[in-house]
């Protein structure tokens, strides 16, 4: 009786794992939905921290890879740059 039952067990499982592999994971921000694996600036409060989407336990998540985002700073104009501007205008 018992190979019965593995047998059946076994075919419960062929017939529901395929419809589980086809989930896809998105998660939301601001009213926009990212795919699994997409980083994103999150801004919370004050403070803004970079994170991924993931999927933990089947579930969309926003995982938080650092405590800040990357920024870009711009390097100043020599002081002789911004008279030459300053006197254009």
Known sequence: MSRVAALASLAFVGGVLPAFAGIECRCLYRGQEFEQGAVVCIRIGARARLARCDMVL??????????ACPTAQLTPLPEAAVRTLAARS
């Open 58 to 67: 089947n579930n969309s998540s926003w995982t938080f890879l650092t405590n």
